[in-house]
């Protein structure tokens, strides 16, 4: 599975990101102009660019749930609580 920043959303900062989310926390699907507002929010991106980009983080949300990421392989080393520390 390709990644948001490589399957055509162009390029977007962690500080665009981060205003996108905030973005659709105030704007949701019932708001009016939506895509235009976050966009707005967000700034430097079209409508059409912020809706494409909340449409590419639906369908990541969609493998992710039916198991199709897999799980990261995290190393080991030292302890935690139960004698492990993660790293």
């Known amino acids: 599975m390709a990644s948001m ?14 205003a996108f ?3 659709l926390a105030v704007h ?4 009016p102009d939506r895509w235009y507002n976050v966009a707005r929010a ?3 991106k079209t409508a059409e660019e912020v809706k494409r980009h ?4 639906v369908q ?6 039916n198991g199709r990421v897999p799980y990261p392989n995290y190393r ?9 520390k993660f790293i």
């Open 76 to 84: 080991i080393s030292g302890g935690n609580s139960q004698g492990k």
């Open 21 to 23: 989310e905030k973005a």
């Open 54 to 57: 909340y449409e590419i983080l």
């Open 5 to 18: 920043s490589s399957r055509g959303s162009g390029n977007w900062t962690a500080k665009e990101n981060k």
């Open 28 to 31: 949701d699907k019932d708001t």
């Open 60 to 65: 990541d949300v969609k493998h992710i749930e």
């Open 42 to 44: 967000v700034g430097g």
